[in-house]
């Protein structure tokens, strides 16, 4: 029995197919992208010193530290020359993750329309003849193991793309996650319209960073704004936080403070808020939920002559004003 004629744009498909090195250019655009994966790194480690020497700029703010601890303005500039050299390695590796990630994509797709191509050809071929039964089950073998073997790859390339979209979620401006996402925020956090909020942000009055003053503004647009979801803000619109790193544990990212004795809907606010700016903005690494307060043991803390805890730290003041949730913005993780 004669093999049956193909139609003529699946022969054209094939051809094309044929003539092209799909899996080829996968596998060297999967080598850039791994390359471009340690550019970001390289850039990661040049951006250490400098954030060291902030962190020592930081400590000797603490009156008795002040003098045990010497920079030096040659190293320190040194430190800035090189984190301003892995700036560019991070955006340079990034764009390549991203544009390596997208031509992966595209080599994958192609691939794909090979394989059914192949599929198809392979199934017209087979026809209802016994006697080709036995060649069309050799190349639909074929083809499945080809199949099989691009689909693990396609699973990897989507992994590795998924990876390169949450560093740079992770990295970038939080404000611009915020406002990116605001219309979303707001609609979900309108259901509680009315709610009173306290802002802070880490730091005495001019030390908080560029980076924490816009973030604090755009939570703020998203909850108070007259746009907004609707909440009150308690005065002052934003408040500063001395020794909230130590006192937090690590300083990162951002927390919300609620009362234990507040009202059901209060606590529910909290943890809309915790949740809803959570899935945009990272997280307080230390904490897997908004801080809900002793009220007892806060009041016992502050102003009792053994401690210097004071009754308007916004980790404290939901302890005596049982209807407001306090906001605190700290340093991007």
């Known amino acids: 029995m004669l093999p049956p004629i193909l139609p003529p744009d699946l022969v054209a498909q094939l051809d094309a197919c044929a003539k092209s090195n799909f899996i080829g250019a996968r596998d060297t655009w999967l080598v850039w992208q791994s390359r471009s994966s340690w550019a970001v790194i390289a850039g990661l480690v040049l951006e250490g010193p400098e954030l060291v020497y902030e962190m020592l700029a930081l400590v000797r703010k603490i009156q008795r530290l002040r003098y045990s601890i010497i920079l030096r303005e ?91 979209e949450q560093r740079v979620i992770a990295q970038g401006p939080r404000d611009k996650l915020l406002r990116n996402a605001a219309p979303r925020l707001i609609k979900a956090l309108s259901q509680f319209a009315g709610q009173r909020v306290k802002f802070f942000v880490c730091g005495e009055q001019g030390d908080p960073n560029q980076e924490m003053i816009d973030t604090w503004g755009a939570i703020s647009d998203i909850l108070v704004s007259e746009k907004g979801a609707g909440w ?37 606010a909290a943890a809309g808020l915790w949740k809803e700016l959570g899935k945009v903005i990272p997280l307080n690494p230390a904490y897997k939920l908004p801080i809900v307060l002793n009220d007892d043991f806060v009041k016992s803390t502050v102003g009792n002559g053994f401690t210097f805890e004071r009754a308007d730290r916004p980790w404290n003041i939901p302890a005596f004003d049982t209807g407001l949730i306090t906001v605190l913005v700290e340093n991007h993780p």
């Open 74 to 164: 040659n190293r320190v500039e040194l430190a800035k020359v090189a984190a301003f050299v892995g700036w560019f390695f991070i955006v340079g590796g990034l764009f390549g993750e991203l544009k390596s990630g997208s031509r992966i994509a595209d080599s994958n797709a192609s691939i794909q329309v090979c394989s059914d191509a192949k599929v198809r050809a392979a199934t017209l071929e087979a026809g209802s003849a016994t006697d080709s039964a036995s060649t069309a089950q050799s190349k639909l073998a074929e083809v499945e193991t080809l199949f099989n073997a691009l689909d693990k790859r396609m699973k990897e390339a989507s992994g590795e793309l998924a990876e390169t």
């Open 232 to 268: 009150k803000v308690a005065p002052p619109n934003l408040g500063f936080a001395g020794s909230c790193g130590a006192a937090q544990g690590l300083g990162q990212g951002f927390l919300v403070f609620v009362s234990g004795n507040a009202p059901e809907q209060t606590k529910s």
